[in-house]
């Protein structure tokens, strides 16, 4: 199992969410992000919340099958930019065991 995490521009997330349910992944987590980076806009302004943050982002998490990882990158990258510097990261991570919480059993399911 791994997990891919993509920090991508907020006004590209819809379309990103909506490309990655018509290939068939449904289930994922998005989630509102702040960050600094190498690169900023010149419309980028600080966060109120976090003062040296300037990049407002957001954050989506899919865990998925080994074989699936390949296909989720090619959607975020297709959907997710438009070629301009500071339009996100994609990072892909093992996932070694998932707990069910209602029961705290390890789960034997696939995703």
């Not at 407002?56 to 990158?73: F, P």
């Not at 500071?86 to 069910?100: C, N």
């Amino acid at each position: 199992m791994r997990e891919v995490k993509a920090f991508i521009r907020e006004k590209r997330a819809n379309e990103v969410m909506q490309a990655l349910r018509a290939e068939g992944f449904k289930s994922l987590t998005v989630s509102e992000a702040e960050g600094t980076g190498r690169y900023t806009k010149k419309e980028d302004s600080p966060s109120l919340r976090f003062p040296l943050a300037h990049s407002k982002m957001s954050k989506l998490e899919i865990v998925c099958k080994k074989e699936d990882v390949k296909s989720i990158i090619q959607v975020i990258h297709e959907h997710g930019g438009n070629g301009e510097k500071g339009e996100g990261l994609i990072y892909v991570s093992e996932v070694l065991e998932i707990y069910k919480v209602r029961t705290g059993e390890l789960s034997k399911e696939d995703i």
